[in-house]
């Protein structure tokens, strides 16, 4: 009796290793235009998504999707955003995503192209010219300068009635506002 709990023992180990094995060695590919992309990485919350660093630009982030063209070896940026598409790509979207495209070409390789997928399934795509990463640069400037206490003006827009950081920006002192905008970068690790 005792031999055979012992067999059913290694039998059942043997079973999850082989199954964990399987798990990491099978490659997740998607198709996309009629072109098939293997899932480098995907930030789900699963372990299969790390933070990316570029130290010559001072940037770190983590892409929602990096595709990994199967034909060309060119990575591909997908994020993801929880807003319907309403015509036009805010300039905000469009700085992060030419950001992580530049994090991917830091990190892994070739990479110049860069989506933003809406919630109604709307992908906009983005190449980072010369153009595209002068708009970047200007952003992670901006982004030092509010860092070292340089609030931007307020201005209220209808975009305002949804922004994250309205009670911030209305309602406070400009020290006091200095002083949240550069607690809130440091908590985020920037």
Do not use: H
């Not at 012992?6 to 996309?32: D, N, Q």
């Not at 929880?82 to 036009?88: S, T």
């Not at 982004?143 to 922004?163: A, F, H, L, M, S």
């Amino acid at each position: 009796m005792g031999s055979s709990v012992t067999i059913a023992g290694v039998v059942i180990i043997l079973a999850i290793i082989l199954f964990v094995l399987t798990r990491l060695s099978t490659k997740s590919v998607i198709e996309r235009e009629g072109r098939k992309f293997e899932i480098v990485s995907l930030d789900d919350g699963s372990d299969r998504c790390r933070v990316l660093y570029c130290s010559e630009l001072g940037l770190c982030g983590k892409p929602d999707r990096i595709l990994k063209d199967c034909e060309t070896d060119e990575y591909i940026v997908e994020e993801v955003k929880k807003r319907p598409y309403l015509g036009k790509v805010f300039n905000g979207e469009k700085i992060q995503l030419l950001s992580y495209v530049l994090l991917v070409r830091e990190n892994y390789g070739k990479c110049n192209r860069g989506y933003l997928v809406y919630r109604d399934d709307v992908r906009v795509g983005f190449d980072l010219d010369r153009q595209a990463e002068t708009l970047v640069r200007w952003g992670i400037e901006r982004v030092r300068e509010i860092k070292q206490g340089k609030v931007p003006k307020r201005r209220y827009t209808n975009r305002c009635k949804v922004c994250s950081y309205r009670k911030e920006c209305f309602g406070m002192t400009n020290r006091q506002k200095k002083e949240n905008y550069r607690e809130k970068l440091v908590d985020r690790g920037c």
